[in-house]
């Protein structure tokens, strides 16, 4: 069965770290990904996605991410994180050409000011 | 307009009670999603209408009843649920369900909780 799995359950940084996040998922054919975001109290957001083209996207609020298909990974990246980037972080696989869309279980990121 | 709105906030309701949640968006998608989220999991696909016709059911007990009466508007009539389907209900557009490159942008969520 398709799944993603995102590695780190809970992340604690301080300001100005370097973040990257885990994806893998499990599925042989095309996929679409997704970063999604969910900051305190708000509802869950687009940061990025991924579909074809260059393997390295960037999203909003300077976020990127990396496709590697050899490794069915799609990692998040942020150079300086910032106490507002505090929030919980989804991986999300759509299995192209259909509804199915897969969400990992989420990463808890805590950035100390 | 990117906004999915999702009424009520909150719901409590006993195992006999009948009740709706209400989903509504003005952005002319034509893909809506209902999703269950537990606490700390992810997401679950439950139910995915595309121009208003149900086409996806991911096996969803049928204590669950989704409907769409038009393109702006996703319901979900809940009857005899269970204390284990409290959950954060989750409605979802996207501009196409085919297109599965779409963003599909997420409403604030009904946090239920079945007595």
């Known amino acids: 069965a398709q799944s993603v799995s995102q590695h780190n359950h809970h992340v604690i940084l301080s300001e100005a770290a370097s973040l990257e996040l885990g994806c893998n998922y499990s599925?042989?054919?095309?996929?679409?990904l997704f970063w999604y975001v969910q900051y305190p109290g708000q509802h869950l957001q687009l940061l990025l996605k991924?579909?074809?083209?260059?393997?390295l996207v960037k999203g909003i609020k300077g976020f990127e991410a990396e496709f590697i298909k050899s490794k069915f990974s799609f990692n998040l990246r942020k150079p300086s994180v910032q106490w507002s980037d505090t929030a919980e972080y989804f991986c999300a696989v759509n299995l192209s050409g259909t509804y199915k869309y897969i969400f990992g279980t989420g990463t808890r990121l805590k950035v100390l000011a | 307009d990117t906004e999915v709105t999702q009424t009520p906030k909150h719901l409590v309701m006993g195992m006999t009670n009948k009740k709706s949640l209400k989903c509504e968006q003005h952005m002319g998608h034509r893909a809506m999603y209902w999703y269950k989220q537990k606490a700390k999991k992810p997401p679950e696909l439950m139910f995915v209408?595309?121009?208003?016709?149900?086409?996806i059911n991911e096996s969803v007990p049928s204590r669950f009843s989704p409907e769409c009466p038009n393109s702006s508007l996703l319901n979900l009539h809940l009857h005899a649920l269970q204390p284990e389907d409290s959950a954060l209900y989750l409605c979802a557009s996207s501009r196409d369900r085919t297109a599965s490159t779409d963003t599909q942008y997420f409403g604030p969520g009904t946090r239920l909780t079945v007595l």
């Open positions: 599925y042989g054919g095309t996929v679409n």
């Open positions: 991924y579909f074809s083209g260059d393997p």
């Open positions: 209408y595309s121009y208003e016709k149900l086409s």
